[in-house]
């Protein structure tokens, strides 16, 4: 029977580690960001409330309206109100760290409609974001989805409008904003995906105290007989999550170590 040397086993323990090391090493170099994604988001309506009054009240995926029956919003005799989403779904690609990717867009089609018939109140607008990685390419990832509940207030169309306006009476949004950033973890990078909206921002405080709302409420005000537009956005950063090489670099070191004492 062969004996083996002590000097042969130290040699099998620092060859061992260093294999340990050379295989974390190889696990940090094989994750790469994700440079390029493709995407879908899809923006629907998933509810809405409206005052007591008559005319006709609509709510689907996509639309939003209120006034006379059997009237319009988009063309004459604009006797209806509404909020019509567009662009939804919408597909595209967006790179990490790059430009703001477009999203849906929300339109407000302000019209002067009769006292009587009922107007919104409140509606529930969904947000969901599909993402994929395309370069390298990937499994689709689970959806982001993210709901922004607006209110609304119909101001009479005479004055005084009691805010700062630019017609008499704009229309007042305020909207309670969803979690807008949302982090998740994929193959050794924290990517960080970001919504916002172009037009949306603080209102002063006449403008709040019009909808109930405190100083400085998230929103937008809409000039009577106009399609005002929001158009949504994101964009995804990332972050490298720090791999613990230097954990294998101290494991080697150990073995080394008791490489060693066992030689002596």
Not at 208 to 217: D, E, M, S, Y
Not at 235 to 252: C, D, F, Q, R, Y
Request: glycine content about 8%.
């Amino acid at each position: 029977m062969k004996m083996i040397s002590r000097t042969e086993t130290m040699n099998k323990l620092l060859l061992n580690s260093l294999a340990g090391a050379a295989l974390v090493a190889s696990s940090v170099a094989s994750a790469s960001m994700v440079i390029t994604w493709d995407y879908t988001v899809s923006n629907e309506w998933t509810g809405a409330n409206f005052s007591t009054g008559d005319g006709t009240q609509v709510q689907n995926a996509s639309e939003v309206s209120w006034g006379a029956t059997d009237g319009s919003f988009s063309g004459a005799p604009n006797d209806r109100s509404a909020l019509v989403i567009t662009d939804s779904p919408l597909s595209d690609t967006v790179d990490t760290n790059g430009a703001d990717a477009q999203s849906s867009t929300l339109t407000h089609y302000n019209n002067s409609i009769s006292a009587s018939y009922a107007t919104l109140l409140d509606a529930t607008l969904q947000s969901s974001l599909t993402l994929t990685p395309n370069n390298p390419v990937g499994p689709q990832l689970p959806s982001f989805t993210t709901d922004f509940v607006i209110a609304f207030e119909e101001t009479a169309n005479t004055a005084p409008c009691n805010f700062s306006v630019d017609t008499v009476c704009d229309d007042i949004f305020t909207i309670e904003l969803g979690d807008l950033v949302q982090s998740f973890e994929y193959d050794g990078f924290i990517y960080t995906v970001s919504i916002f909206s172009a037009g949306l921002g603080p209102m002063d405080a006449a403008t709040c105290a019009i909808v109930g709302k405190a100083p400085g409420c998230i929103g937008f005000t809409t000039p009577e007989g106009q399609a005002t537009p929001a158009n949504f956005f994101f964009n995804i950063t990332a972050k490298e999550i720090p791999e613990p090489a230097s954990i294998a670099v101290l494991g080697m070191g150990l073995l080394m170590l008791g490489a060693r004492r066992f030689r002596k």
